[in-house]
């Protein structure tokens, strides 16, 4: 793909997360064909990325669990970085246990790459990948939106 259809496909990804919603965060949401080593790969980049901006691990993640290749990566990735994942409305069985941070993620095969969205009330991450032979390696660079 030529650099200048992907600047625009970036741009808009980074935009999307202008347009919330009043009753929360988009539905997590994973392509069937994003399986194996590129879900890992993509779900380990992002969540990397993810802690990188989130700062601290201390706050647990909620996160809707799906039977995808690609939310099971992604927890695992996240868990890696030390996060404590909730799923759906499971609590942390702790008393004092600071309220989870929901966390949305969505992935869509655009023009020939993957492009992965993780969003919470108060950031937006997202990139493009180019998935070839089941292994997907960064398209573009991060796009990055905070909210106040």
């Given at each position: 793909m030529?650099?200048?259809?992907?600047?625009?496909?970036?741009?808009?990804?980074?935009?999307?997360?202008?347009?919330?919603?009043?009753?929360?965060?988009?539905?997590?949401?994973?392509?069937?064909?994003?399986?194996?080593?590129a879900a890992g790969a993509i779900a380990g980049d992002m969540a990397g990325r993810f802690a990188e901006q989130a700062g601290s691990t201390a706050t647990p993640i909620k996160l809707k669990k799906d039977t995808s290749e690609f939310s099971v990566a992604l927890e695992a990735a996240l868990k890696g970085w030390g996060f404590a994942i909730v799923t759906n409305d499971k609590s942390t069985g702790e008393k004092d246990a600071a309220k989870p941070v929901e966390l949305a993620y969505s992935i869509a095969a655009v023009d020939g790459h993957v492009l992965a969205r993780l969003?919470?009330?108060?950031?937006?991450?997202?990139?493009?990948?180019?998935?070839?032979?089941?292994?997907?390696?960064?398209?573009?660079p991060l796009s990055l939106m905070k909210r106040n």
């Amino acid at each position: 793909m030529q650099l200048h259809r992907l600047i625009p496909m970036v741009l808009a990804l980074g935009l999307a997360g202008c347009q919330t919603a009043t009753d929360g965060l988009s539905s997590s949401a994973a392509p069937a064909d994003v399986t194996g080593p590129a879900a890992g790969a993509i779900a380990g980049d992002m969540a990397g990325r993810f802690a990188e901006q989130a700062g601290s691990t201390a706050t647990p993640i909620k996160l809707k669990k799906d039977t995808s290749e690609f939310s099971v990566a992604l927890e695992a990735a996240l868990k890696g970085w030390g996060f404590a994942i909730v799923t759906n409305d499971k609590s942390t069985g702790e008393k004092d246990a600071a309220k989870p941070v929901e966390l949305a993620y969505s992935i869509a095969a655009v023009d020939g790459h993957v492009l992965a969205r993780l969003s919470t009330d108060t950031m937006e991450l997202g990139r493009a990948y180019s998935v070839k032979n089941g292994v997907a390696a960064p398209a573009s660079p991060l796009s990055l939106m905070k909210r106040n």
